[in-house]
C-alpha cells in the first residue's frame, strides 16, 4: 500500500501544507470580503458570519473529508477517479457520467481560483503600494506561473512548506492580535447566531453562497491524498483550521469596530498594521501563486487519469521532473492560462470573480458524495441506515450551498457552468464516441486466420516486412482478434514477418499497477503481451515493451535472433516494427442522429488532441500508420 510509506514526520507535515492546503489556506484573503459585500455591517451579520464558517469548515472539511473521505483512498491515493476507480466494479454504469461530472467542474475551478486568489492578494498589496494596477499585475504573475510549468516545480516546490508555514503563522499572529481587543468574539461559533441570521438577515442566502467560499479548498484534502498520505493530512488540518478560524475572528473583532457602516477595505488587509503591510502583502501573494500551483498540478492530474479512463482525447503528456507524478501537458496548461486571463479581464475585481466562484465546487462536492455512497455500501463500512444517513446530511448541506451558489447565476455564477459544460461535453463525447467505436469493431477467432498468418511467415517470395510485426490490440480476449489487423497482414500489401505480436494495454483500478502477462500463441510465430497498468501509468511503449522482450529473452521464452546472418555475426539485435490501425468512420445519413453527433465530434477532439504514435511514445520511423473504415 502507498499509504504505508508516508510517515508522518515534522517534515513531512510541512511539505503537506505546501501541496494540500494551498486553497482552503487562502480563502481569508476574500471570503469575509463576500459576506460582507456592501452590506451595513452588524452584529448579527458578523457573528452570523462567523458561526457559518466554522460550522462549515467543522462538517464539510473535517467530518466529510478528514474523518470519512480520506478513508476511501485507492492504494493510498484520492480524488474523484480514484473513488469511481474504486466503486466501478460494483456501483451502476452511470457512475462514471458522475465522476466526468466532478473532474469537469474541479477543471472549471482550476480557471476561477488562481485568477480569486491572485486578485485578492494584490489588493490587499494596495494598502501598501496604493495605486498598484491591479489587472495589469495579476496577469504578469499568471503569465510567470503558466510559462514556469514546462520546467517542473522540483526546484521551487521544497520551499512550498516553508513558505505556507508562514503564511499560516502570519494568519495565527494578526488573528489573535485583533482578538485580544475583542475576545467575546469567540462567542460567535455558537450555532444560535447562524440560525438567527437565517431568520432575520434580508440576504441570508447570499450570505450563505459567500459562506462557502471557506471550504472550496476542502476537496483538494481529498485529491492530494497521494502526494503525503492520509496521517499527514490529517495531523496538520488540526493547525490550519485553527489558523484560518483564529484569522476569521480576528477579521471578526476588526469589523465590529465598523459596525454601522459599510466595509472600509478587506478585512485581511485591516488586521495589517500599516509598517507590517509589504510584508503581509508579500507573503499573501506568495501564498496565492502556490495555492495557483496546487490547482494547476491537480488539473493535470485529473486529465491524465481521464485519458487514462478513456474520456478525455489523447494529449502531449511531459514529465519534466524525476518524478512521474510530476507532469506538464501544454494544452491543459494554455486553455487553465485562457481561462484565468479571461476571467480577470472579465470580472476585474475579485468582489466580482465571487459571485462566479463556488458552484462549481458545490458541484464537484455532489459527485463525491454519490460516489462515496457506493463506495460506503460496497465496503460495508457501516449499517446501511447509517450510511443513509450520512450521505443525506451531507447532501442536504452541499444542495443548501449549490441552492445559494445557483443564485449567482445572473452574477457570474453561470461563467463556471458553462465552463464546467463545455468540459463535460468533451468527456462525455470522447466516453461515448469510442463505447460506438469498439461496438462497431469487427473482431473474429484468432485460430481462424492463424495458418494464413502463417503461410505469409514462410512464403520467403514475400520480401520481409519486419523482423518483429507489433500490432496494438483492444481486445480483451486472448483467442481474438480485430478483423483488421489480418488484414493489414495479407491483404493489403502482404506484411511478412518472422514474428507476429499483439500488445493489449489495459487500465486497471489501482493508481500505481503495472505488470505484464505473455501468452504463447504459437511458438516462434506470434505472441501476445497484456499489460496491466494503474491509471495513474502512462502506456509508454518505448518504455514497457524492450524491457518486456528482454526479459522473456533472459528467460528462454521467445528468441531475439536477427534476421540476417550477417548481422547476427555482430551481435545485432532484431528489428521491429509497430502497425497503428487508426479507426475511420464513414458518417451516414442512416446513423442515429446521436451516434452522427458524437463521431463528429470525437473526430474533431482527435485532431485537437495528439497522434495514437506520441501518446504511445513511439520512436520516429518504428511505425507505420494504416486507416481502418468501419462502415455503420
Same mark, same amino acid.
Request: positive net charge.
Given at each position: 500500500m502507498k499509504e504505508q510509506q508516508h510517515k508522518v514526520t515534522f517534515g513531512s507535515l510541512i511539505v503537506t501544507l505546501g501541496i494540500v492546503y494551498g486553497d482552503i489556506g487562502t480563502s481569508p484573503l476574500y471570503v469575509f470580503n463576500a459576506i460582507a459585500g456592501h452590506d451595513i455591517l452588524t452584529k448579527e451579520l458578523i457573528y452570523g458570519g462567523l458561526s457559518l464558517i466554522f460550522w462549515t469548515l467543522s462538517l464539510q472539511a473535517t467530518f466529510k473529508y478528514i474523518f470519512i473521505t480520506l478513508n476511501?483512498?485507492?492504494?493510498?491515493?484520492?480524488?474523484?477517479?480514484?473513488?469511481?476507480?474504486?466503486?466501478?466494479?460494483?456501483?451502476?454504469?452511470?457512475?462514471?457520467?458522475?465522476?466526468?461530472?466532478?473532474?469537469?467542474?474541479?477543471?472549471?475551478?482550476?480557471?476561477? %481560483?488562481?485568477?480569486?486568489? !491572485?486578485?485578492?492578494?494584490?489588493?490587499?498589496?494596495?494598502?501598501?503600494?496604493?495605486?498598484?494596477?491591479?489587472?495589469p499585475g495579476v496577469i504578469a504573475i499568471l503569465v510567470a506561473i503558466f510559462m514556469f510549468q514546462q520546467f517542473g516545480t522540483d526546484t521551487i516546490g521544497k520551499f512550498f512548506g516553508p513558505l505556507m508555514l508562514v503564511w499560516f503563522t502570519m494568519l495565527i499572529v494578526l488573528g489573535v492580535g485583533s482578538i485580544i481587543g475583542h475576545p467575546e468574539i469567540f462567542a460567535a461559533l455558537n450555532p444560535y447566531y447562524a440560525v438567527k441570521l437565517f431568520q432575520h438577515h434580508h440576504n441570508a442566502w447570499w450570505v450563505v453562497g459567500a459562506v462557502f467560499l471557506c471550504v472550496t479548498g476542502a476537496e483538494a484534502l481529498y485529491s492530494d491524498l497521494g502526494h503525503v498520505g492520509k496521517r499527514n493530512v490529517q495531523i496538520s488540518w488540526i493547525f490550519v483550521k485553527t489558523a484560518l478560524m483564529l484569522n476569521?475572528?480576528?477579521?471578526?473583532?476588526?469589523?465590529?469596530?465598523?459596525?454601522?457602516?459599510?466595509l472600509p477595505s478587506n478585512p485581511f488587509g485591516g488586521l495589517m498594521p500599516d509598517w507590517f503591510a509589504p510584508f503581509g502583502s508579500a507573503i499573501s501573494t506568495i501564498a496565492a501563486i502556490i495555492a495557483s500551483q496546487a490547482l494547476i498540478t491537480g488539473s493535470f492530474s485529473l486529465i491524465?487519469?481521464?485519458?487514462?479512463?478513456?474520456?478525455?482525447?489523447?494529449?502531449?503528456?511531459?514529465?519534466?521532473?524525476?518524478?512521474?507524478?510530476?507532469?506538464?501537458?501544454?494544452?491543459?496548461?494554455? !486553455?487553465?492560462? %485562457?481561462?484565468?486571463?479571461?476571467v480577470v479581464l472579465y470580472f476585474q475585481s475579485s468582489a466580482k470573480m465571487e459571485a462566479a466562484y463556488g458552484i462549481a465546487i458545490?458541484?464537484?462536492?455532489?459527485?463525491? $458524495?454519490?460516489? =462515496?455512497?457506493?463506495?460506503?455500501?460496497?465496503?460495508?463500512?457501516?449499517?446501511?441506515?447509517?450510511?443513509?444517513? !450520512?450521505?443525506?446530511?451531507?447532501?442536504?448541506?452541499?444542495?443548501?450551498?449549490?441552492?445559494?451558489?445557483?443564485?449567482?447565476?445572473?452574477?457570474?455564477?453561470?461563467?463556471? =457552468?458553462?465552463?464546467?459544460?463545455?468540459?463535460?461535453?468533451?468527456?462525455? $463525447?470522447?466516453?461515448?464516441?469510442?463505447?460506438?467505436?469498439?461496438?462497431?469493431?469487427?473482431?473474429?477467432?484468432?485460430?481462424?486466420?492463424?495458418? %494464413?498468418?502463417?503461410?505469409?511467415?514462410?512464403?520467403?517470395?514475400?520480401?520481409?516486412?519486419?523482423?518483429?510485426?507489433?500490432?496494438?490490440? %483492444?481486445?480483451?480476449?486472448?483467442?481474438?482478434?480485430?478483423?483488421?489487423?489480418?488484414?493489414?497482414?495479407?491483404?493489403?500489401?502482404?506484411?511478412?514477418?518472422?514474428?507476429?505480436?499483439l500488445l493489449?494495454?489495459?487500465?486497471?483500478?489501482e493508481p500505481y499497477t503495472n505488470y505484464y502477462k505473455f501468452t504463447e500463441i504459437e511458438a516462434g510465430l506470434m505472441y501476445r503481451l497484456d499489460f496491466h497498468l494503474g491509471y495513474k501509468i502512462h502506456p509508454d511503449v518505448s518504455e514497457f515493451f524492450p524491457r518486456a522482450i528482454n526479459e522473456l529473452?533472459?528467460?528462454?521464452?521467445?528468441?531475439?535472433?536477427?534476421?540476417?546472418?550477417?548481422?547476427?555475426e555482430r551481435e545485432v539485435g532484431p528489428d521491429f516494427r509497430f502497425v497503428l490501425l487508426d479507426t475511420a468512420f464513414l458518417i451516414s445519413p442512416v446513423m442515429p442522429i446521436r451516434e452522427q453527433l458524437l463521431l463528429k465530434g470525437y473526430l474533431l477532439l482527435k485532431k485537437i488532441g495528439v497522434s495514437a504514435e506520441s501518446h504511445f511514445v513511439l520512436e520516429p520511423g518504428s511505425w507505420v500508420k494504416e486507416e481502418v473504415i468501419v462502415n455503420d
Open positions: 476511501a483512498d485507492n492504494n493510498g491515493e484520492g480524488g474523484i477517479f480514484a473513488l469511481y476507480s474504486l466503486v466501478r466494479r460494483r456501483a451502476p454504469k452511470w457512475t462514471i457520467y458522475v465522476a466526468m461530472v466532478g473532474c469537469a467542474a474541479l477543471i472549471a475551478d482550476g480557471m476561477i %481560483t488562481p485568477a480569486i486568489s !491572485l486578485t485578492s492578494s494584490l489588493e490587499v498589496a494596495e494598502k501598501a503600494l496604493p495605486g498598484l494596477p491591479i489587472v476569521y475572528l480576528g477579521q471578526g473583532a476588526w469589523m465590529m469596530g465598523h459596525i454601522g457602516h459599510e491524465h487519469e481521464a485519458i487514462r479512463l478513456k474520456t478525455w482525447f489523447r494529449t502531449v503528456v511531459y514529465h519534466p521532473s524525476r518524478h512521474r507524478s510530476q507532469m506538464y501537458i501544454p494544452f491543459v496548461n494554455w !486553455l487553465l492560462f %485562457t481561462g484565468c486571463v479571461y458545490t458541484i464537484a462536492m455532489l459527485s463525491t $458524495t454519490m460516489l =462515496l455512497y457506493f463506495y460506503l455500501k460496497s465496503r460495508k463500512a457501516m449499517p446501511s441506515a447509517a450510511i443513509y444517513l !450520512l450521505i443525506l446530511l451531507f447532501l442536504a448541506i452541499e444542495g443548501t450551498f449549490f441552492a445559494a451558489n445557483a443564485q449567482k447565476i445572473a452574477h457570474g455564477a453561470g461563467f463556471a =457552468l458553462i465552463l464546467g459544460g463545455v468540459f463535460f461535453l468533451v468527456m462525455f $463525447t470522447v466516453y461515448n464516441a469510442k463505447l460506438i467505436t469498439k461496438q462497431k469493431r469487427n473482431v473474429i477467432m484468432l485460430g481462424r486466420v492463424l495458418p %494464413t498468418i502463417r503461410a505469409v511467415s514462410q512464403d520467403e517470395k514475400i520480401p520481409l516486412y519486419a523482423s518483429h510485426l507489433v500490432f496494438l490490440t %483492444t481486445t480483451r480476449k486472448k483467442d481474438l482478434i480485430e478483423e483488421a489487423i489480418p488484414q493489414s497482414i495479407y491483404e493489403h500489401r502482404p506484411k511478412r514477418a518472422d514474428v507476429y505480436w493489449h494495454f489495459s487500465e486497471e483500478d529473452a533472459a528467460q528462454g521464452k521467445i528468441q531475439l535472433k536477427n534476421h540476417y546472418a550477417s548481422l547476427q
